[in-house]
């Protein structure tokens, strides 16, 4: 039955509309599938200026977080359609509405993204709405006219014995419509330059204030080591000497022997005063430097230690508190490593690049390094955070174990 | 005895002044700065020269500097190097020009009138000095060590006194056994350090204290 049999050039042709059509569905799809989206966009081009207006007068204060929060939302849900539309991911960046309602409030209002959705209401439910009718339009249009000029062309074609050449026309120019309404949405709805820097700033805000409080943490503790300790400790012995004194005269053996007392008490005082003075800022470091005092920590240690301490010798010195926090960190790392870690080698490096000291402490030992089993690494942390520095501790069982300390340096 | 003394804390300086001239000694020169301890030396030549590390005019470690360049300029000359710190690498730096007439003590141990004269005595009279705190410092870290792991703990002990320039009846004394075990002690540590007899036994002794502070036993 020749009627039935295949007719190459034809179907190609049916197949190249039938495309064309579908092609054009889903983009009249993904525009129609809006148009909830943009009557809800419809009011809230009124809700959010509303809302504004009366926070304006106080009373409308606490609705304007929930407003933005809201539009956060909606802005949410296009952004991820139009993003699967255009095959991209949209990034979502706000900042987080937070705290007492003054905070939210100001967060609210500050963000750029707020302002960015809020442009993003008119153009989502007008560009909507018109591409819709216009798209539908162009349905009624596209359909007769493509398939009539398919159809010409293609019985040209085949009766000069060449492939069709000819391409839908109307039908294209949805996708062309769609594409462009999803790309509008992209491109508003798009954190801004402005509003990753906002997202920095918050970022850097909080790590600063990790760092203040790190560093209040650091200074009660000198003030609780000195006045509890050595202070009260010299008040004691002021005491023994006073009873000496008094003693001095009627009873030489019991003077003598709270002589005895204040001296091994002015000793104790002397050696705890030594070790304050040792976690406030080591003293080899003012004699000899980062590197030189590495040198020593390094000559102590009963494992070999591969030392590259160029970066810190050259150039300017690095703030006192960033030396000091270097140092305690390769003490540290060097103890756990002779203590725990059976390794025959170590090495220490440094690197200094962009602002940053990077400390790099390794060994081949046999890894499996638990930083709770210990309180040493937890000091470190502590240090290291007064710093706005990072400590990241790797050590897979086996080994090798590697701690890696950043610092910013200032240079 | 003789005695140059560097300081920069006028208090602590005139106590020290009248610490040794009430024991007997004469003070030569007490200077208050780094720059101020070679010429004083070269001048006076004293007996002994005892020294502070942190002094004017940068603050930092003037005063071993000082006493490094001292021994390689007056290598007879005894130096007694004094700190409100220690740290084992400055013990090792002073002692690698050998360990003839050299200390190196605490602040603190001054106020041990008894015991800082003795340790005078044995500076001068060419011995080694080292304050028990670098000497707890370098147990605590080279425990590993290998000539360390063949001495009992006894062995380890008598040669931890040894370093602090203790003789053998303090030793004994101080450790409750008798002179005769401390000697057989002493024996056991130059045998398993491998060190030959013919050097006398006061060398023997700082070279067992070099092998102890992990140096080469070569030298000095």
């Keep these: ?411 | 005895m003789r005695i140059v003394i560097a300081e920069d804390n006028a208090l602590l300086r005139e106590g020290m002044v009248l610490l040794l001239s009430s024991n007997g000694h004469s003070v030569e020169a007490s200077v208050g700065a780094g720059p101020e301890i070679l010429p004083a030396l070269r001048n006076h030549r004293p007996d002994l020269a005892v020294l502070d590390v942190r002094l004017p005019p940068s603050f930092r470690d003037e005063g071993l500097r000082a006493a490094l360049a001292a021994r390689r300029e007056l290598p007879d000359l005894p130096v007694l190097v004094l700190s409100q710190y220690v740290e084992e690498t400055y013990a090792a730096e002073l002692l690698a020009h050998g360990a003839k007439g050299v200390g190196y003590l605490l602040k603190d141990r001054v106020g041990r009138v008894d015991q800082f004269l003795e340790a005078l005595e044995t500076v001068a009279g060419g011995g080694t000095v080292l304050d028990p705190e670098v000497v707890t410092q370098l147990l605590s870290r080279q425990v590993a060590a290998r000539p360390m792991r063949n001495l009992s703990p006894r062995e380890q002990e008598v040669l931890e006194l040894m370093a602090q320039g203790k003789a053998n009846n303090a030793i004994s004394e101080q450790l409750v056994i008798t002179e005769r075990a401390v000697s057989k002690h002493i024996r056991n540590i130059f045998d398993k350090f491998n060190l030959p007899p013919e050097g006398g036994s006061v060398h023997r002794r700082v070279l067992a204290v070099l092998t102890y502070l992990g140096h080469d036993i070569q030298e000095s």
């Excluded at chain 1, 790590?207 to 000195?226: K, P, T």
């Design chain 1, 1 to 411: 039955m020749p009627e039935f049999e295949p007719q190459p050039d034809t179907e190609e042709d049916t197949s190249r509309l039938g495309a064309a059509v579908r092609d054009a569905r889903d983009a009249s799809a993904f525009l129609y599938m809006g148009l909830p989206m943009a009557v809800v966009c419809f009011f809230g081009c009124f809700v959010v200026p509303a809302s504004l207006f009366f926070t304006v007068f106080l009373i409308g204060a606490p609705a304007w977080p929930e407003v933005v929060r809201a539009l956060r939302r909606l802005a949410g849900h296009e952004r991820v359609r139009a993003g699967a539309f255009l095959g991209t991911t949209v990034p979502e960046q706000y900042l987080p509405l937070d705290g007492s309602l003054s905070d939210r409030f100001r967060l609210a209002m500050t963000d750029p993204g707020t302002w960015r959705d809020a442009l993003w209401l008119p153009v989502q439910t007008l560009s909507v709405m018109l591409l819709s009718l216009l798209t539908l339009l162009l349905w009624l249009v596209g359909l007769p006219l493509d398939g009539v000029r398919l159809g010409v062309a293609d019985a040209v074609a085949r009766r000069r014995g060449v492939p069709s050449r000819a391409e839908p026309l109307v039908l294209n120019l949805q996708r062309f419509l769609a594409e462009r309404q999803a790309s509008w949405t992209v491109n508003l709805l798009r954190p801004s330059e402005s509003s990753r820097l906002a997202e920095r700033v918050a970022e850097l805000s909080e790590s600063r204030a990790g760092a203040v409080e790190a560093h209040s943490a650091e200074l009660r503790r000198i003030e609780r080591d000195l006045h509890d300790g050595v202070q009260a400790q010299l008040v004691a012995l002021s005491l023994r000497i006073g009873l000496a004194k008094q003693q001095l005269a009627k009873d030489p053996e019991a003077t003598r022997a709270r002589l005895d007392e204040a001296q091994e008490g002015i000793e104790r005082v002397l050696a705890d005063l030594r070790h304050v003075v040792r976690t406030v800022y080591p003293p080899v470091l003012t004699d000899r430097g980062l590197a030189g005092a590495v040198r020593a920590l390094a000559a102590g240690s009963s494992i070999p230690v591969d030392l590259q301490v160029s970066v810190v010798e050259s150039g300017h010195r690095l703030p006192a508190s960033v030396e000091a926090a270097a140092y305690f960190v390769i003490a540290e790392g060097l103890t756990n490593i002779r203590k725990h870690s059976r390794a025959t080698k170590s090495s220490v490096r440094f690197q200094r690049s962009d602002g940053q000291l990077t400390i790099t402490v390794t060994d081949d030992g046999r890894g499996g390094a638990d930083e709770h089993a210990g309180s040493g690494l937890v000091g470190i942390r502590r240090r290291v955070a007064a710093l706005d520095g990072t400590a990241t501790l790797t050590s897979p069982v086996g080994g090798p174990t590697e701690l890696k300390v950043e610092l910013p340096c200032g240079s």
